[in-house]
């Protein structure tokens, strides 16, 4: 089942196939996929297939509130490899998210994020983790903000394969070094 993360009030835990009717429950929203460049679930049968895909790789964690671990009410995860559109560095990953509309405002994704950030620099030794948004989507920029990110370009022609789309996209980082510093003053 690989590896469980707990923070105060969520478990992250790998993806199985007994939870595609809840991730089609959240993704199937057209609130939730486009801001972040995918296309909102059509079917269960779908969902299935992105957790038996997309969902299956090591870091990609199903975000589940404690005392309701059967459903899932978003993911988060690190991609450890890059592609041509986003290339990472060895000893970097790039951070993505998303919560069921419900759970929105909540500081559900903050804390998961703050985890993810965790394991990354502490478990996993990563030197720098990047996360983008696009532009519009200012709860993915105040997540980010949040957590310590930086602004660190735009990429004014960003090709979002998926949806035949080309959008301003904005990429921040955080490095090993700015994460443990902020641990040290407590912020």
């Not at 809840?22 to 609130?31: G, I, T």
């Not at 994704?109 to 985890?115: G, L, M, S, Y």
Request: aromatic share 10%.
């Amino acid at each position: 089942m690989g590896r469980v993360l707990e923070t105060e009030r969520l478990i992250l835990r790998g993806w199985r196939e007994e939870d595609a009717s809840s991730l089609f429950k959240y993704a199937s929203d057209d609130r939730i996929g486009p801001d972040a460049g995918w296309l909102p679930h059509k079917d269960v049968g779908y969902s299935r297939a992105v957790i038996r895909t997309i969902f299956a790789k090591d870091e990609v964690y199903a975000i589940c509130i404690k005392g309701q671990e059967k459903e899932p009410v978003g993911s988060i995860g690190l991609t450890l490899n890059g592609s041509n559109e986003r290339p990472i560095d060895d000893g970097a990953a790039e951070l993505g998210y998303w919560i069921g509309y419900p759970y929105w405002n909540q500081g559900y994704v903050t804390e998961a994020v703050k985890e993810i950030m965790r394991h990354g620099f502490e478990d996993l030794g990563l030197h720098m983790i990047v996360c983008g948004y696009f532009d519009g989507n200012e709860r993915s920029k105040k997540v980010q903000e949040k957590c310590g990110f930086k602004h660190m370009y735009t990429n004014e022609r960003s090709h979002i394969p998926m949806l035949g789309e080309t959008r301003v996209e904005h990429m921040s980082i955080i490095t090993r070094g700015t994460y443990y510093a902020k641990r040290l003053i407590g912020s």
